[in-house]
């Protein structure tokens, strides 16, 4: 149980166009999701958090205009990457909290952005 | 602030036993979390421990927790080459947002 995934595992686009990434909890319902970044060789950076049906938490120094993160339902986040430039290339990897003191995150496998 | 430090490198021989090691800065954390990430795929949640426990084992896994010293280390028994991975130490975040602290992570590799 408490699978988690991602669409899609890949995307290379050219500078200017925005990118769409999902993330969804496959066997379990999320009421919180997160966003991170992942760069070469480097720890996880939390981007935002999610919370169904209401606006998403930005982390300082993330521009929320640019990463839109949507979760319009309890299994469904997504995060558009808008006017996507070299910069924003990366691994950006979602994760889902399950309910309960744990609050243990299950992540997905991540999406690798290039931007050309 | 918070912050979760590791030591970034690890080599063993294959049949060892490998420990990772954390140190975390937060009093309040609750929960404290080992991940492992393979390459270029996404994390693997692999055991966690509650803050009032100083020891959880879970099969050839062993999270040892020193809550004074704010130390936190995992221990992998007869380490095999499918272990060899980055290994995540995460510190919960107070508050309900529940956010993870991570560690820079540990490079495990393991030698035939």
């Known amino acids: 149980g408490a699978v988690v995934s991602q669409h899609p595992s890949w995307v290379i686009c050219k500078s200017g166009t925005s990118v769409k990434i999902e993330c969804r909890s496959l066997d379990f319902q999320a009421t919180t999701m997160f966003w991170y970044r992942q760069f070469p060789k480097q720890s996880l950076m939390l981007m935002a958090t999610s919370n169904e049906g209401s606006k998403a938490t930005y982390e300082q120094g993330v521009e929320k205009d640019k990463f839109l993160i949507n979760h319009a339902s309890l299994t469904l986040s997504t995060l558009t990457v808008t006017s996507a430039h070299p910069e924003d290339s990366s691994f950006y990897i979602c994760?889902?909290?399950?309910?309960?003191?744990?609050?243990?995150?299950?992540f997905g496998p991540g999406t690798r952005l290039t931007v050309l | 602030g918070e912050d979760v430090e590791q030591s970034l490198f690890l080599s063993v021989r294959e049949g060892d036993s490998s420990v990772i090691n954390c140190t975390y800065t937060?009093?309040?954390?609750?929960?404290l979390y080992w991940y492992k990430q393979e390459p270029g795929a996404g994390l693997q949640l692999l055991t966690y421990i509650f803050s009032n426990m100083d020891m959880k084992q879970d099969q050839r896994l062993t999270v040892l927790l020193n809550k004074k010293d704010k130390h936190l280390s995992l221990r992998i028994a007869d380490t095999q080459t499918g272990d060899s991975a980055i290994y995540f130490c995460a510190d919960s975040r107070g508050g309900s947002q529940g956010n993870l602290i991570f560690g820079k992570g540990t490079k495990l590799s393991v030698k035939p």
């Open positions: 994760s889902a909290r399950l309910p309960g003191l744990a609050r243990e995150q299950f």
């Open positions: 937060d009093s309040s954390s609750t929960y």
